[in-house]
């Protein structure tokens, strides 16, 4: 929350790496993670129809007349359709399986091509390639592909090329699935690293605020405790009051951000009493410290965008804090609001001694940092520096419609 010395206006857009990589580090779904019971129950369904509609008909076919063989044929089908039940609990296990029961059954029935008579051990690789790491479902590619000399004895080239390429395109599809299953995650590391942010920036608004303020009502409190005890009762009640209205926006805030709030809906208020509405409440604890404070807007603050008011809300509270805090002898803050159709201008300024502003670096600096990136996440503008005539002031623009 402290400012810059220099006479350039501060300007820029902040990143927090380390809040990003503490968001990626949350625990979240391996992408070779076994599916939910539904999803496995429903690819089995899926996986065993196409087996018997399939290679059903074909043994059906390839197996009249041929005596006794025929039964063994269905047997080892069968045998196949019920080893899908385990396909993605042990997708190698099965592939072994129905490698070994789909040779078995080409060798019984010829007639049934190769690339048919696996039919179910492509479709487990397909399933490992999705699940698995790609150096294990790669070496399972492999071993699908050894037995395709094998067809030459029966179809000639042709069966040879597409004894090659089926288990080829399923491994390309499984491998498309676990990119899908990727992209996902890393969406959700993402979204977990954002709102793990959001929180850190708002318990940092609410708790540096209002101790700033309490820091400077209980300082002048005991000033005048002895020759001023009622200016020093109303300064100790402006720290309780101060103290319980942060601690019901943190209750707010922290309920809004347990997972069960993820199920209410964007409709849910997220921070009912952060709204530009209260400006003058978020003026009175400033007022109270002994300092002016002049607020004044224009145009009509209700109905703005949820992220609108809470970002301008909080700029002004972070600026106010700023003037409280670092700014040199300054008796006087303005705070000015205009929303305009397509935008909400804000200004802060107050009048103290220039060039004794403390640097940035002091208390981390994570005041004017959090201000311009609330401005930037919703593409607006954010400037903060000295003025030419003295003081300090800090000016936002915050579009509208970008995020209507």
Do not use: K
Not at 51 to 59: E, F, N, P, R
């Amino acid at each position: 929350m402290g400012r810059s010395g220099g006479t350039e206006w501060d300007s820029g857009t902040g990143t927090h790496p380390d809040e990003a990589r503490t968001g990626a580090a949350h625990e979240t779904p391996e992408p070779w993670q076994a599916p939910s019971t539904r999803e496995s129950r429903m690819l089995w369904w899926g996986s065993a129809a196409l087996v018997l509609a399939v290679l059903g008909t074909s043994v059906l076919v390839a197996g009249e007349g041929r005596g006794g063989r025929l039964p063994l044929a269905e047997v080892l089908v069968l045998a196949q359709v019920c080893a899908l039940r385990w396909q993605t609990r042990a997708p190698a296990t099965v592939l072994a399986a129905h490698a070994a029961t789909g040779l078995t059954l080409w060798a019984l029935l010829p007639a049934v091509t190769l690339t048919g008579a696996l039919l179910a051990a492509q479709i487990t690789l397909c399933v490992l390639s999705a699940l698995r790491p790609p150096r294990t479902s790669a070496r399972a590619l492999a071993a699908m592909c050894a037995p395709a000399p094998l067809a030459l004895v029966t179809g000639g080239t042709a069966d040879l090329v597409l004894c090659l390429l089926a288990p080829a395109l399923a491994w390309t599809l499984g491998q498309c699935r676990r990119t899908q299953r990727e992209r996902a995650r890393a969406e959700l590391r993402r979204a977990l690293a954002e709102e793990r942010e959001r929180l850190a920036r708002e318990v940092h608004d609410v708790v540096a605020h209002t101790l700033s303020v309490m820091v400077v009502q209980a300082g002048a409190a005991e000033d005048v405790f002895a020759e001023q005890p009622a200016q020093a009762r109303q300064a100790l009640r402006a720290i309780e009051t101060g103290a319980r209205s942060a601690l019901g926006e943190l209750r707010t805030m922290l309920r809004a951000f347990r997972p069960e709030a993820a199920e209410e809906g964007p409709a849910a208020p997220r921070h009912p009493g952060a709204r530009l509405a209260r400006l003058a409440e978020l003026a009175d604890p400033v007022r109270a410290t002994g300092m002016t404070v002049h607020v004044h807007h224009e145009g009509i603050l209700d109905g703005l965008p949820a992220a609108v008011d809470l970002a301008a809300y909080r700029i002004v509270q972070e600026a106010l804090t700023n003037a409280l805090r670092h700014a040199a002898d300054a008796d006087e803050v303005s705070v000015r609001v205009r929303a305009e159709r397509d935008c909400v201008n804000i200004t802060v300024t107050d009048n103290g001694r220039p060039g004794h502003g403390r640097s940035a670096l002091t208390g981390g600096g994570r005041g004017l940092v959090g201000m311009r990136e609330r401005a930037r996440l919703l593409g607006g503008s954010l400037r903060a520096g000295p003025r030419s005539g003295g003081g300090f002031e800090v000016a936002a623009r915050l579009p509208v419609e970008r995020v209507s």
